[in-house]
């Protein structure tokens, strides 16, 4: 299906009654969409994907057109919940820490490959080798043998490179964090560094869209469940709705304060 907004907004303005407003669930496009067709002038509802699923799965059929029925009904009777949308600068920065990432879980599964195979030729690696250290520790055990190095010489070359990249893209990350204002305050907190200060700013990224404190922690999926039915009033285990990458930087931070952190703190105790 086409998603260009010049196209839709040609349909949309191609019909004999005026649009009073457009809805549709969040999902991957929802950020083109929406600042998008805003641009163009129309009003633009971005509804929470987990009550449109509710509401559409009590429709007997599924298909694009009742879909489309379903999500206009949604919107009428109001039975939503408006799914913020970050600024592009948010996005960035999001953007960002998810490349982090992944260039660094790609080099340790390529460090792990390398790992298994060497096993194979009776060579066992110490459990700790750091990342930077790797390849050189790696490198001459496998130059020695030419069969290993015939199959495992390219392997460490591409994780090198990756390595490599991950250093570059870590050094960015912690060069934004040291020139904002708020990561540099969220910093003096014992145990929250520029991941966990970059990831839990971008999340966030309007303050002012939250009524409480209070609900930043359920708005994360940081509260417990509950189920209450007559006599039964039964709490769970937190939510864990939202975003996840959020939810694993707070406990790694919580982790490194009160496991890593020596020094004494009122939060800690």
Known sequence: MPCEIDEIALC??????EVSCIGFEAGTLSQHLFFGLTNEGFDVVCMEARQVNAALSAMRNKTDKNDARGIVQILRTGWFSPVHMKSREAQGVRALLSTRKALLNKTIDLANEVRGLLKVFGIRLPQTVRHGSFDDVVRPMIEIDDVSAHAMIRLLDARLVLYQHFLELDRRVKRAASRDEVCLRFMTVPGVGPIAALTF????????RFKSSRTVAA????TPRRYQSGEHDNLGRISKAGDRDVRTTLYAAANALLMRNTAASQIKT
């Open 201 to 208: 700013k971008a999340a966030v990224d309007d303050p002012a």
């Open 219 to 222: 708005h994360f999926g940081l």
């Open 12 to 17: 949309l303005t191609s019909f004999p009654l």
